[in-house]
């Protein structure tokens, strides 16, 4: 269906108002030293410990040439730094200590900025305001996205380790060694004993590139637990996390568990509640200071 010029306009006039409110065009982001597009790069980079150069193109859509200039920059300062990959073909690029050390510090300054925003408005406008650019994100990503879920195929591990360490530091300051050690070890070993009868992890893609995870390992053979599930940022709010339970659940129910359980803590509310509406029930709850920050476990059950 043909835009009408009003709706054109509106939809740019929107556009011109965020970006100058933010501060996006600047040259600098974030009292940083640094570009829009460079601090973009800096967090695609940030989201597996190795992160190759096809990957970046896919995610990010600037010139090839810029984009090896910035990185050549980030070499410079000793934000990043190539290796070789498992494909010999490739070379892996990946944030040095230093490199992360800047990224949540830009994190944080991003946190910041829409922090100070919020403050400005009461408790109604805010979620009134969060509900709205929810809605804008529903729209844009039907116009132009294209989501699907596959299979797990091999590496999709360093993938889910390495983007849950970083949106669990970043979203809820999860760093403690116990924390990284418990996520990796994790991991791994419902890769060394994978069953393909019983277990599965489903890989969300948007456009060719993975923005979320779930999966299913099995704690018994009629007992089911639910993990590592997570979505990008960017793909919150517009019924992908729902995609990846409903896939985990209809597995659940086609091998033929009797249950599933998963756990969780209190700080994911949006979570917390799309798990209630897909019929889990809290269970049981204690408090852990292991993390890094204390936070309240949770687990959640439902029979099928």
Same mark, same amino acid.
């Given at each position: 269906?043909? $835009?009408?010029?009003?709706?054109?306009? =509106?939809?740019?006039?929107?556009?011109?108002?965020?970006?100058?409110?933010?501060?996006?065009?600047?040259?600098?982001?974030? =009292?940083?030293?640094?570009?829009?597009?460079?601090?973009?790069?800096?967090?695609?980079?940030? %989201?597996? !410990?190795?992160?190759?150069?096809? !990957?970046?193109?896919?995610?990010?859509?600037?010139?090839?040439?810029? #984009?090896?200039?910035?990185?050549?920059?980030?070499?410079?300062?000793?934000?990043?730094?190539?290796?070789?990959?498992? *494909?010999?073909?490739?070379?892996?690029?990946?944030?040095?200590?230093?490199?992360?050390?800047?990224?949540?510090?830009?994190?944080?300054?991003?946190? $910041?900025?829409?922090?100070?925003? @919020? /403050?400005?408005?009461?408790?109604?406008?805010?979620? /009134?305001?969060?509900?709205?650019?929810? %809605?804008?994100?529903?729209?844009?990503?039907?116009?132009?996205?294209?989501?699907?879920?596959?299979?797990?195929?091999?590496?999709?591990?360093?993938?889910?380790?390495?983007?849950?360490?970083?949106?669990?530091?970043?979203?809820?300051?999860?760093?403690?060694?116990?924390?990284?050690?418990?996520? %990796?070890?994790?991991?791994?070993?419902?890769?060394?004993?994978? #069953?393909? *009868?019983? *277990?599965?992890?489903?890989?969300?893609?948007?456009?060719?590139?993975?923005?979320?995870?779930? $999966?299913?390992?099995?704690?018994?053979?009629?007992?089911?637990?639910? #993990?590592?599930?997570?979505?990008?940022?960017? @793909?919150?709010?517009?019924? $992908?996390?729902?995609?990846?339970?409903?896939?985990? @659940?209809?597995?659940?129910? *086609?091998?033929?568990?009797?249950?599933?359980?998963?756990?969780?803590?209190?700080?994911?509310?949006?979570?917390? #509640?799309?798990?209630?509406?897909?019929?889990? !029930?809290?269970?049981?709850?204690? /408090?852990?200071?292991?993390?890094?920050?204390?936070?309240? /476990?949770?687990?959640?059950?439902?029979?099928?």
């Amino acid at each position: 269906m043909e $835009a009408n010029i009003d709706q054109v306009m =509106e939809l740019r006039g929107f556009n011109r108002l965020y970006t100058e409110i933010l501060g996006i065009l600047q040259n600098k982001v974030y =009292e940083s030293e640094y570009s829009l597009s460079e601090t973009r790069i800096l967090y695609e980079i940030s %989201k597996g !410990e190795h992160s190759v150069a096809s !990957e970046l193109c896919k995610a990010i859509h600037v010139d090839p040439r810029y #984009r090896s200039r910035i990185i050549k920059k980030f070499e410079r300062q000793g934000l990043v730094e190539r290796i070789q990959g498992i *494909d010999a073909r490739n070379m892996e690029i990946r944030l040095t200590p230093k490199g992360q050390e800047i990224f949540h510090m830009l994190e944080q300054r991003a946190n $910041a900025q829409i922090s100070a925003l @919020l /403050e400005k408005l009461n408790e109604e406008e805010q979620a /009134e305001l969060v509900r709205s650019t929810t %809605k804008v994100k529903k729209y844009l990503m039907k116009a132009t996205s294209s989501l699907k879920i596959r299979d797990y195929i091999k590496g999709d591990e360093r993938y889910i380790i390495d983007r849950q360490l970083s949106l669990y530091e970043s979203e809820r300051h999860f760093t403690s060694d116990i924390w990284k050690s418990y996520l %990796k070890n994790g991991v791994r070993e419902m890769i060394d004993y994978f #069953r393909k *009868d019983k *277990d599965a992890i489903f890989i969300l893609e948007n456009n060719d590139v993975k923005v979320g995870c779930a $999966a299913i390992k099995h704690d018994s053979e009629n007992v089911a637990q639910f #993990r590592y599930f997570f979505v990008e940022p960017e @793909l919150r709010g517009i019924g $992908a996390g729902r995609m990846l339970l409903v896939k985990a @659940l209809d597995f659940c129910k *086609d091998r033929g568990y009797k249950h599933v359980f998963l756990w969780t803590v209190s700080a994911q509310e949006t979570a917390r #509640r799309l798990y209630a509406t897909q019929g889990f !029930e809290m269970t049981q709850t204690h /408090e852990d200071n292991s993390w890094g920050v204390p936070v309240l /476990e949770e687990r959640w059950d439902m029979d099928l």
